[in-house]
């Protein structure tokens, strides 16, 4: 049965691409199932742009199936379930109403713009709150050959204490030319879990590990990492501030969202209560 379905199925929507491109101003049936009624305009956009030919005809297929498969399930369920829902309809189409509305004044009312003595000022406000759980690193690192000729430089820039602006777009470039694999991450936190998937580390005691370190050199047969850390913080230190003021920044608006969201609302009630709108009908 299911296959004869398919079979009139292909062959209709056949039928319905062929009208499609000559034209047709009559909304032809597709499909039916009792009273419910597929119309050949429903299928309308449904085809994306350069998607024809059979690609075409079966993504409408199974468009179609699937109506036919909802409709006598819902056949089906409104001989069991009396409800018809309105109530909860009503209330869900307000409530959609009432969210579109009200995102369409935050897009419209809402500052964005947050400033970077904003952002600072709500980080040693909330201090408390971003206290460590785990090691964060800034660091570099690349991965070279054991080979490499330019192992010496490399790893005696890498071993330096502070590297300068010159010194790291040296190292870069050495990079680029030299390693099988590299990382520049001058500028950005990184869990030193994460970095530990990166770079073969044998480390047992991370804390003591990472104290005062600056740089390392790990061999794992075929390549040498020479790691440079820029930057470390343990557990139980304060997260730095750029890792943590993009999270500030969208904490801030959802704040000014939420103020400015309880004015609209409060400002709404007392214009409809001006206009005499308002009626509570006391039970007492």
């Known amino acids: 049965m299911k296959s004869h379905i398919n079979i009139l199925l292909s062959s209709l929507l056949c039928v319905l691409l062929l009208l499609s491109c000559h034209g047709n ?23 994306p742009v350069g998607v024809e030919g059979v690609d ?16 006598s399930v819902l056949t089906e369920a409104c001989k069991v379930v009396d409800d018809d829902f309105e109530k909860e309809l009503e209330h869900y189409h307000n409530q959609l109403r009432i969210r579109a509305y009200e995102q369409n004044q935050m897009e419209m009312l809402v500052d964005k713009d947050v400033s970077d003595i904003e952002i600072k000022s709500y980080y040693n406000n909330n201090i408390s709150s971003y206290v460590l759980d785990n090691s964060v690193v800034k ?3 690349v991965v070279l050959p054991n080979d490499c000729p330019q192992m010496d430089k490399i790893s005696s820039l890498i071993q330096k204490g502070d590297l300068t602006e010159p010194d790291y777009a040296e190292l870069v470039r050495w990079a680029e030319s030299d390693a099988t694999d590299y990382y520049m991450g001058r500028d950005v936190w990184m869990p030193f879990s994460q970095l530990q998937y990166l770079v073969p580390f044998h480390v047992s005691n991370e804390i003591q590990y990472l104290q005062g370190r600056v ?16 930057a470390i913080k ?9 890792m943590v003021g993009n999270n500030i920044k969208s904490i801030i608006l959802t704040q000014r ?8 609302r409060q400002k709404l009630v007392e214009q409809a209560q001006s206009k005499g709108l308002i009626e509570i009908v006391s039970n007492s």
């Not at 969202?257 to 609209?264: A, D, R």
């Open 215 to 230: 740089s390392d050199c790990i061999h794992d047969g075929k390549n040498v990492y020479w790691v440079h850390f820029h």
């Open 56 to 71: 075409s005809v079966e993504l409408i297929k199974k468009y179609v199936n699937q109506w036919v498969e909802d409709m």
């Open 234 to 242: 343990l557990p139980g230190e304060y997260a730095p501030l750029d």
């Open 139 to 141: 660091v570099s690192y």
């Open 257 to 264: 969202k939420s103020l400015l969201l309880h004015q609209l």
């Open 25 to 47: 101003d009559d909304d032809r049936v597709v499909a039916s199932v009792g009273e419910y009624t597929l119309l050949e305009s429903d299928l309308s956009g449904l085809v």
